[in-house]
């Protein structure tokens, strides 16, 4: 165990990213970070199914990309930093996406924020 | 020798950069945050650096998990605007400072910091969203970059005391530079935030204004404290704080903060803080006198000075 982390375990909510949760999610990650590539994005929004094919993605990891369940990537072991290409791909912004991780709604979550309009 | 003026602390949120390219300046939601970093934007025009060298962290956009480094140092003479998955950032690229950054990497190397090179690849929002708040990218960057790389996304990361060691490093490094120059140390990341699961949209503005203070006034504490620990007090991506501890190393004992500004709109606290080193060489008996007096009155006023 790494010491620096030791008491991260108790941090309700909370995945940490390291070595083994970057490799079991490795595929899923690298599809992700492949949409900072203009081309890449021209697949994925052209033929989804074919993209997901040519990235060689489980049936699981399709469903949650395809249906942005924000809250089971990150359980799964995607990046927030890729899942942040995902975003802006589809159009979502960091907010909604954090309403998402915490199983919220976006109107609940701004509702808990100093500046709503701040987007 | 290079000559180090100074040091910026600030955060980095790629909405920094967004409210800047959608012209927020005068939207209430948004003018705290400009208004924050103006004092910094009339330090800089004023003292006017060759160079700014930035500790920050890439967001899986220049690097990928296949190879993640700790500690990599840009070594280009231009630095494209990354694509972060909506298109580039229409923003000039950044110029680089090859010669120096070339000369840190053999002195750091030297000074057994075997840090990993890296060129001709492009920077994301770690460096630049912040920037365009304090350096006018129009019609080009006043000055040149060294951007010095810290992973803070895949554990294990570099630990605290060892991002401080790397700033007294990169220190040792600009110090034994030939070439006049001078330098400005760049620090981003955080304040308080956490990017992932239901604790996500964590914030904690205690622990931010108590890290604003010491890491001004007593970094050393700073250093002892484990990820853990910044994660506990600022959330996951509060650990980012390790690369003010880099900026704050390469600053001597001496350095004084001058200015802070703090905003929290929404799921990442916003914090830009400015130090400045004394004059390097000693002045005249009355310059100091008068650097005496000055330093009695209040740290804003001695910045207007």
Sequence with gaps: MNPQLKGTEKLEGTYVFDLATSARALRLNRFLHGLTVASNRADFKGDLEAAFDKANLSAEERRMVRELDWAALIRYGASFFCLEKLARVRGVSNPEMVAGFRGEALEDFLKTRRVPGAR | MARILGGIGTSHVPTIGGAYDRGKQSDPDWAPLFKGYEPVKAWLA??????????????????FFDHYPTFA???????????????????????????????????????????????????????????????????????????IEINVLQHPLPTPLRCWKLGQAVRRALLSYPEDLQVVIVGTGGLSHQMNGERAGFNNEIWDRKFLDLIARDPKKLTAMRHADYMRLGGTEGAEEIMWLA????????????????????????????????????????????????SRRSPRARAAA
Excluded: C
């Design chain 2, 46 to 63: 004023e003292r006017r650096p060759d160079v700014l060298v930035f500790f920050y962290n890439d967001h899986a956009s220049t690097f």
């Design chain 2, 73 to 147: 140092l840009g070594v280009s003479r231009t630095y494209e605007i990354a694509d972060e998955g909506s298109g580039p950032r229409r923003i000039p690229p950044l110029e680089g400072h090859p010669e120096l950054a070339r000369h840190m990497a053999d002195s750091l190397v030297n000074d057994e910091f075997d840090i990993s090179i890296w060129q001709d690849l492009p920077i994301d929002h770690g460096v630049h969203s912040p920037l365009t708040m304090f350096w006018p990218p129009a019609p080009d960057w006043p000055g040149k970059i060294v951007p």
């Design chain 2, 247 to 294: 900026m704050r190393g390469a600053l001597s004992p001496r350095a004084k903060k001058i200015h802070q500004s703090y905003y929290l709109p929404m799921t990442t606290a916003m914090a830009v803080a400015l130090f400045e080193e004394p004059a390097s060489h000693p002045a005249p008996k009355s310059a100091r006198l008068r650097r005496a007096k000055a």
